[in-house]
């Protein structure tokens, strides 16, 4: 069975930090290009940040640059998004995606759920004092 988990949300104060995981389970994610996405309560979903399984080239969405990094560890089949400093923006349920590996980041941090390979069921991250 193909699954993407995500983990590592939770409650933290503005200017924490998080860290959260994406694992895979039934296949193998160095494949694919991996994204995070969130949305926040009445909002539509956004791309945050994507990864290549090419070249290693990330994309980060101007909200959230300079604040939070990507990175992928093959050997642990884990992606992992970095959130420093953060916001009560930042507040939302955070989602992994696999897409092909012949998107750009670019183009795979603005596209549909439709159009991805997998998605995992979220981790809900609260920025609040």
């Known amino acids: 069975q193909v699954q993407l988990v995500e983990s590592g949300g939770g409650l933290v104060q503005p200017g924490g930090s998080l860290r959260l995981s994406c694992a895979a389970s039934g296949f193998t994610l160095d494949y694919y290009a991996i994204g995070w996405f969130r949305q926040a309560p009445g909002k539509e979903r956004e791309g945050v940040s994507c990864?290549?399984?090419?070249?290693?080239?990330?994309y980060y969405a101007d909200s959230v640059k300079g604040r939070f990094s990507i990175s992928r560890d093959n050997a642990k089949n884990t992606v992992y998004l970095q959130m420093n400093s953060l916001k009560p923006e930042d507040t939302a349920v955070y989602y992994c995606?696999?897409?092909?590996?012949?998107?750009?980041?670019?183009?795979?941090?603005?596209?549909?759920?439709?159009?991805?390979?997998?998605w995992g069921q979220g981790t809900l991250v609260t920025v609040s004092s």
């Open positions: 995606a696999a897409g092909s590996p012949t998107l750009t980041v670019q183009a795979m941090c603005v596209m549909s759920v439709a159009d991805l390979d997998a």
């Open positions: 990864i290549s399984s090419v070249d290693r080239s990330t």
